[in-house]
């Protein structure tokens, strides 16, 4: 099977959630249900239908599988999206994570790496992390 060789930007979002939500080797179903929510729910995903997020999923999966699967998915990801959607897919990541409610060191690492991939400023980064962190709170 050839080597993908683009996505589109809503693709790359998802894609984005699922690098850091496998960061801890799987996707748990609360992973799933807040990627889920988030593409039935943002505008960015507006004229994105649901039932691709599946085909999305498996797509981010297959890239992880190859032979230096990380990087090729990070230059997918870099190419797919201009600079104000990578601020968008890192408060994905964060909010996939945050959904959780406890972030593995993997993952962390994992959102280290989209944030260095994505050159994201750190205190953007920072508010985004923080802002996901806020949304996630129990009473």
């Given at each position: 099977m050839?080597?993908?060789?683009?996505?589109?930007?809503?693709e790359?979002?998802?894609?984005?959630?699922v690098?850091?939500a496998?960061?801890d080797?799987?996707l748990?179903?609360?992973?799933?249900?807040?990627?889920?929510?988030?593409v039935?729910?943002?505008p960015?995903?507006?004229?994105?239908?649901?039932d691709?997020?599946?085909a999305?999923t498996d797509?981010?999966?297959?890239?992880?599988g190859?032979?230096?699967?990380?990087?090729h998915?990070?230059?997918?990801?870099?190419?797919?999206l201009?600079?104000?959607?990578?601020?968008?897919?890192?408060a994905?990541?964060?909010?996939v994570?945050?959904?959780d409610?406890?972030?593995?060191?993997?993952?962390l690492?994992?959102?280290e790496f989209?944030?260095?991939e994505?050159?994201?400023?750190?205190?953007?980064?920072?508010?985004l992390e923080?802002?996901a962190r806020?949304?996630?709170?129990?009473?």
């Amino acid at each position: 099977m050839p080597a993908l060789q683009a996505l589109d930007p809503q693709e790359a979002l998802v894609c984005t959630m699922v690098l850091v939500a496998a960061a801890d080797g799987g996707l748990t179903d609360r992973e799933i249900g807040a990627m889920a929510g988030l593409v039935q729910t943002l505008p960015v995903f507006h004229d994105f239908a649901t039932d691709r997020l599946k085909a999305a999923t498996d797509t981010a999966v297959s890239l992880l599988g190859e032979t230096e699967g990380l990087a090729h998915a990070a230059r997918l990801i870099r190419e797919a999206l201009e600079p104000r959607l990578r601020e968008t897919a890192y408060a994905l990541a964060c909010d996939v994570i945050a959904a959780d409610q406890e972030a593995r060191q993997t993952e962390l690492e994992m959102l280290e790496f989209v944030r260095a991939e994505l050159a994201i400023d750190p205190l953007i980064a920072r508010a985004l992390e923080r802002g996901a962190r806020a949304r996630q709170q129990h009473r």
